[in-house]
């Protein structure tokens, strides 16, 4: 090279070379002096647009880009992970200022850089990153929920992909899907997992579809669609009622309850025990369901005095228990003790009474008056008590409608009214005597009968003697004696003479209303007519007498002579003529003639 072309070429240079360094320079010289070699000047490489990091979604197309400056054209070669690409399997432009990527995946995710080379050298670019993102996937949708009201309902979203963010929304008719915020109501609202917090029945998110959108940089992904149901919390609305009732009845106890999927068990406790599941049977049944039935309770029996309660299960709430409630079994109204006939004294009182079994028992007297028909009665000067279990009566006298009448009692009770038999009333007075005792005279042989008549009600008879002016003695029967406790006392045959004859007899009449005695009457017995000496024939002297004698015994005698003549029948004779004694024991006759 001549001087004045090195001068020329120092000229054009200096400009370029004076930021070169001194290496490099020292190597254009040395290109520059080369023997034949054509005087130019050549610029290094300078890479004047570094390439940029990109992030691209996987599948997608990566460039990555370099400018470089410099007077002889440079060559490229891009690297990854400081080794060379090659064009293919999805790489292009591996020795351009731009390399291509496409349908890039996690495995092309590296640091990329280009090599610059020109005469003058090799320049390297920056290292810039390539981040490969992988598009939003829901690998676990969120599921429906149901709670229970006033519980909080969690709806959960699992998802891949890289930088993913978390937006919940709310159905909100007709205006769509609105996005929710943390707050009074929702948690995680940004979050994979929703808490739709307190929810209530029947409020806004009772039944609200709630969606999950996933963003990442490569798009976004919405969830499944899911709905939040809010169920009443179990609760007893209506509690079962004790229940107090006949021992022949049925009865039912009853709930009734809000909830989901309820289901029911009644219970029972016996004297105070632990209470136990019941279950259908022959005297019970609807253990199950909201209505208890017991058909069979017997009054003192099982259930008697038990205590019932039901318990109410919810699928998806609580469970609640009602309160307990008593069965109470009343017996049957019935009378146990009925009145009793009675008879009672003019002026006194009289005390009907029954007793009776059952629940709440009432009391009510009436009365049946000469046969008719029963009627109340109330109390009164006569009666007392008439509406409890036992009735007094005071009763100045027989006369009137008590004397005979018949008394009942109605009891009605919780279960029943029951009627008692009928008692009859009897007023008595002191007895009176109506018909006086007489005297009795009859002869020997005969039978003597006393008779009294009285007054009064269930009367009662005793005969009494007195011998010789004694005092009165009660008589029994048997011998010669027979109802002596009766109206008529009869002494059969007593002898003349006897024990008896000439006694006193007399009658006690009594009651319990008092005594009375009859007046006395004396027996007389007469002894029968007999002839104890009979008169004897007599011959006499004409003009002579003759008596003929009787000797008699008898009371109150009477003596009657008769003759008979030539065998006629026998006549009277009176006294006269040689007649005189004929009325008496002895008759006589004074001097008969021969031819009289």
């Avoid at 990555?64 to 293919?88: D, E, H, I, M, R």
Wanted: charged fraction near 10%.
């Amino acid at each position: 090279m001549t001087l004045a072309r090195i001068d020329h070429f120092t000229a054009v240079c200096t400009r370029v070379l004076r930021a070169v360094p001194a290496f490099v320079l020292a190597t254009l010289l040395l290109v520059a002096m080369t023997p034949g070699a054509q005087a130019q000047c050549i610029v290094p490489v300078t890479i004047t647009t570094q390439p940029v990091a990109d992030v691209v979604c996987e599948g997608s197309t990566a460039t990555f880009t370099v400018v470089a400056s410099g007077n002889a054209a440079p060559t490229y070669q891009w690297q990854k992970n400081s080794v060379n690409l090659v064009n293919g399997s999805g790489v292009s432009g591996a020795t351009t200022p731009t390399l291509t990527l496409t349908n890039v995946n996690s495995a092309d995710a590296a640091d990329y850089r280009c090599r610059v080379t020109n005469p003058c050298g090799t320049v390297n670019s920056s290292t810039v990153a390539l981040d490969v993102t992988s598009p939003t996937v829901i690998t676990t949708q969120p599921v429906a929920q149901t709670v229970c009201d006033g519980g909080d309902a969690v709806f959960s979203v699992v998802a891949t992909g890289t930088g993913v963010t978390y937006q919940w929304a709310r159905a909100v008719p007709p205006n769509g899907f609105l996005n929710i915020n943390d707050g009074p109501g929702f948690s995680g609202t940004n979050t994979p997992t929703l808490t739709v917090l307190s929810a209530a029945d029947g409020g806004a998110n009772d039944g609200s579809t709630f969606r999950c959108r996933v963003f990442n940089p490569c798009g976004n992904v919405d969830a499944t669609l899911v709905t939040l149901t809010v169920n009443p919390v179990t609760a007893i609305t209506t509690q079962p009622v004790a229940q107090t009732v006949c021992d022949d009845d049925s009865p039912v106890f009853s709930i009734a309850a809000t909830g989901t999927g309820l289901t029911y068990q009644w219970q029972r406790s016996v004297s105070g025990g632990a209470f136990a599941s019941l279950s259908d049977g022959p005297s019970i049944s609807g253990t199950t369901t909201p209505t208890l039935t017991i058909t069979t309770v017997g009054d003192g029996g099982t259930n008697d005095g038990a205590s019932f309660r039901c318990r109410v299960f919810s699928t998806v709430c609580t469970t609640v228990t009602s309160s307990a409630v008593i069965l109470t079994v009343n017996p049957t109204t019935a009378i146990t003790t009925q009145p009793v006939s009675q008879t009672i004294c003019a002026g006194g009182n009289a005390l009907l009474s029954v007793a009776a079994v059952g629940s709440g028992l009432t009391y009510q007297w009436e009365r049946s008056v000469s046969g008719g028909a029963f009627a109340s009665i109330s109390n009164s000067a006569t009666f007392s008590g008439t509406m409890s279990a036992t009735l007094g009566i005071t009763v100045p006298s027989i006369d009137g409608d008590n004397d005979g009448a018949s008394f009942r009692c109605r009891v009605t009770g919780a279960c029943g009214v029951a009627t008692s038999s009928a008692a009859v009333l009897s007023i008595d007075s002191t007895p009176a005597i109506i018909s006086q005792v007489i005297d009795e005279t009859f002869c020997e042989g005969g039978d003597a009968v006393f008779r009294v008549t009285a007054r009064g009600g269930s009367l009662t008879y005793q005969w009494q003697q007195s011998v010789s002016g004694g005092a009165f003695t009660n008589m029994i029967n048997g011998g010669s004696i027979s109802g002596a406790t009766s109206d008529t006392l009869t002494i059969v045959a007593p002898p003349a003479g006897g024990t008896l004859d000439g006694a006193s007899f007399r009658c006690r009449v009594s009651n319990g209303c008092g005594n009375v005695n009859s007046n006395a009457a004396t027996l007389n017995v007469q002894a029968t007519t007999a002839i104890t000496t009979q008169p004897v024939s007599q011959t006499i002297c004409s003009g002579g007498s003759a008596s003929f004698s009787v000797t008699t015994t008898g009371a109150g005698l009477s003596h009657q002579w008769q003759r008979s003549v030539d065998g006629g029948a026998f006549a009277d004779i009176s006294n006269g003529g040689v007649f005189s004694g004929a009325a008496s024991p002895t008759l006589t006759l004074t001097a008969p003639s021969v031819a009289g």
